[in-house]
């Protein structure tokens, strides 16, 4: 089966610009969560969706959101870009069905963003 | 709120060594515990997944241990090599914290040729 996978690989964007970034899950998994990982911070939740519907969130502004499409695809975006947005950011997917809160995640190669 | 600590921040140790990261967690109220690797500028890649119930994985020279009770795991890598060489993150998956994964900060780890 083909990994997690994520576009773009690196994007540079501009402080108050809005970016979009795509996750697509392994085969049949139908969750998806999102990850923000920096240095001072190190890895955070931003949230999760499952069958198109957001089931859990983080401690993220507002500015922060995302949407599942029908084939477990996901989506993230971020409006009004800021300095401290700049970070790697990875998708997970899961296959909640088979395993519930047990399985494992798995985990894309991330989308790297620099805001200048 | 459910913390994640790893010792120590980083090591180096000469090919061959057998080595031990430590990974502590601050509510036992766990689903499992995942231990990943992660190389410089990539992503994560899973090693090794523990259930609440298990104490203890094992994949070719990894072997992990959880001791839910005292909120502590450790991974085990015996006979390094230079190809071990990268950052290893614990994750924790709490029972109230829904599909949530706590990481640890991470264990940075060198092994010299």
């Known amino acids: 089966k083909a990994g997690v996978t994520q576009t773009p690989r690196y994007l540079i964007k501009t402080r108050g610009q809005q970016v979009t970034l795509s996750c697509s899950p392994i085969s049949g998994h139908r969750s998806v969560s999102w990850y923000q990982q920096t240095p001072g911070q190190g890895l955070q939740f931003l949230f999760e969706?499952?069958?198109?519907?957001?089931?859990n969130k983080g401690n993220f502004p507002g500015r922060f959101s995302g949407r599942q499409f029908s084939n477990s695809r996901s989506e993230m975006n971020v409006s009004t870009l800021e300095l401290g947005d700049s970070a790697l950011y990875l998708c997970a997917s899961s296959s909640p069905l088979a395993g519930g809160p047990f399985a494992t995640q798995y985990f894309g190669p991330g989308t790297r963003l620099l805001v200048l | 709120k459910q913390e994640v600590t790893q010792i120590p921040a980083a090591l180096s140790v000469p090919e061959g060594e057998n080595l031990v990261l430590n990974c502590s967690f601050t509510d036992s109220a766990i689903y499992n515990l995942q231990w990943f690797r992660q190389d410089p500028g990539k992503g994560l890649t899973s090693l090794l997944l523990i259930q609440s119930s298990q104490r203890e994985q094992t994949s070719g020279r990894l072997n992990a241990s959880l001791d839910k009770s005292s909120g502590r795991s450790t991974l085990y890598i015996a006979a390094s090599q230079p190809g071990d060489s990268a950052t290893y993150l614990c994750a924790v998956r709490g029972e109230t914290s829904g599909s949530r994964l706590t990481f640890g900060e991470g264990t940075q780890l060198t092994v010299n040729p």
């Open positions: 969706y499952f069958s198109e519907t957001q089931r």
